[in-house]
T-cell receptor, first 115, second 114 residues
């Protein structure tokens, strides 16, 4: 069964460093998402991406964040200069294009620890 | 504004007991509703979803949920809990629109005693 994959599973970085979180969505999916979950808190929407551009972003997704689909398979989230409060689990999700509402499939997440 | 409330932060039940996890939503139209489960250190697994039609929906692992429009609720139930059901459960509403983003509740942590 196809699944969303994410690498790395755990990333430790120093404050101020750039990190890139990688996701490989399901191959025939066209909508891509990033969510984050700070430890002990709810899952929050960060950004959605469709047709090679951001379709919606939350207030969390400031200028320090960017997303990219560099090739036909990967979808990345970059944090330019990490802050302590960026420590969280980051989930990638994807879904097909189609009429009506379609289920989002989530990856296993990348735990980001900023020291 | 769209929101999801899960009033129970932590629930403890005995194995074999019945379970109900509460979820209330605030949304202007008929919502798309979901329950996800997250085991420790794992990602989010979809248990069930409601889009339209029959208000009682069946999901995986023996779970079901009932959509009650009058109460703006979508409570998750299971008649007999297994120890492996111990996990965090998230209710979510799908925001209709350009992106169909999900809005999650704060989650309910389920602990199961043998």
């Amino acid at each position: 069964e196809p699944e969303v994959t994410q690498t790395p599973s755990h990333q430790v970085t120093q404050m101020g460093q750039e990190v890139i979180l990688r996701c490989v969505p399901i191959s025939n999916h066209l909508y891509f998402y990033w969510y984050r979950q700070i430890l002990g808190q709810k899952v929050e929407f960060l950004v959605s991406f469709y047709n090679n551009e951001i379709s919606e972003k939350s207030e969390i997704f400031d200028d320090q964040f960017s997303v990219e689909r560099p090739d036909g398979s990967n979808f990345t989230l970059k944090i330019r200069s990490t802050k302590l409060e960026d420590s969280a689990m980051y989930f990638c999700a994807s879904k097909v294009e189609g009429q009506g509402y379609n289920e989002q499939f989530f990856g296993p997440g990348t735990r980001l620890t900023v020291l | 504004a769209q929101s999801v409330t899960q009033p129970d932060i932590h629930i403890t039940v005995s194995e074999g007991a019945s379970l109900e996890l509460r979820c209330n939503y605030s949304y202007g139209a008929t919502p798309y509703l979901f329950w996800y489960v997250q085991s420790p250190g794992q990602g989010l697994q979809l248990l069930l979803k409601y889009f339209s039609g029959d208000t009682l929906v069946q999901g995986i692992k023996g779970f079901e949920a009932e959509f009650k429009r009058s109460q703006s609720s979508f409570n998750l139930r299971k008649p007999s809990v297994h120890w492996s059901d111990a996990a965090e459960y998230f209710c979510a509403v799908g925001a209709r629109g350009n992106t169909d983003k999900l809005i999650f509740g704060t989650g309910t942590r389920l602990q199961v005693f043998p």
